[in-house]
């Protein structure tokens, strides 16, 4: 049986005929760089999480990037961010000469640990960024009070979270800015880089409406320094053609997660694996569906032979990469990340794996 760890080519198969037609209409209007399928999309992405202003960009990166430079991160500025997630969301506070300060995270959920927020919070702090890591929301409501506090921006890295809710709520459109990412290979994917801002306020949607074009507020007449961060076209194309379907592959995504969880619980009673624990008041688009166990490296291995396709996000936390060295920071800080990102590993998940694949990766991992 062969097993794809994302099957981004059923989900293709699927929709075909509509996709190379959307493709085919971008082409034929030439109009490659801000065409009418941009502006369409950002009114979808609008009318789907509730936010009043959505920015379509040209990835998750530039979104977080964009965001902060909205926010006008200074160097010597100090961001607030989880230690366990993708390089991106620490690299874009550096850019900008900013410093990551790490808080660890909570055992179960893996976000930001809430308890251990406050006491990071330092006259220079700017803004926090939780991360909604595998589709799960951080605790924002608990992030936005401390951030309310002390007035300080919140962010959410909204990356992996796409369509998760949060006390009713759309992930994108829990904070003060919501950043997410297309990359083919999250909840809701395009055919190459893209992203999306999210904000309710006005004068940050303005002015990162002008950051996204090298800070232009009027043709030729550039306001800020900004960046060239927009979306292509043809990914607008695509994304309005995939949105249609999406609402109904997150309940699959849900469905499949589910069964997994109910399938692996014997492995879970008997303490060999830890499945994902979802708080009660949000759900999750399980943009990964990530287990624990003791001896990953083996257990990988036990998989890989019986050809089920493995991934770990994320072996390295952010404090241990060679680039964040100057940092200095002792990894004991963290024994919760550091726990967590020597066990942590994910299986094949997406909305298209079928009930004979599921069973024969949960009846593989049973046997072991
Ligand atoms: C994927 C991801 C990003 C970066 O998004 P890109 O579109 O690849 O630039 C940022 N943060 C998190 C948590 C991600 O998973």
New binding site residues.
Partial sequence: MQIPFIDLKQQYEQNKEEIHQAITSVLESTAFIMGPQVAQLEKSLAEYTGAKHVLACS??????LLALMALDLKPGDEVITSPF??F??AEVICLLGGTPVFVDIDPVTYNLDTERLQEKITARTKAIIP???YGQCADMDEINEIAGKYNIAVIE?A??SFGAEYKGNKSCNLSTIG?T???PS?PLGCYG???AIFTNDDQLAQKMRSLLVHGQSARYQHRYIGINGRMDTLQAAILNVKIKYFPDEVLERDRIAKRYTEGLRPAVDSERIVTPVIKSDRTSVY?QYSIRVKDREAFIAYLNSKQIPTAV?YPVPMYRQEALSCLQIDPKEYPVTEQVSREILSIPMSAFLTEDQQDYIIETILSR
Avoid: E, P, R, Y
């Fill in positions: 990835s998750g990166t530039d979104a977080l997630s993708f991106a969301t991360v909604s890591l890295d990356a992996q950043c990412s297309f990359f999250k880089d893209g992203g943009a996000h």
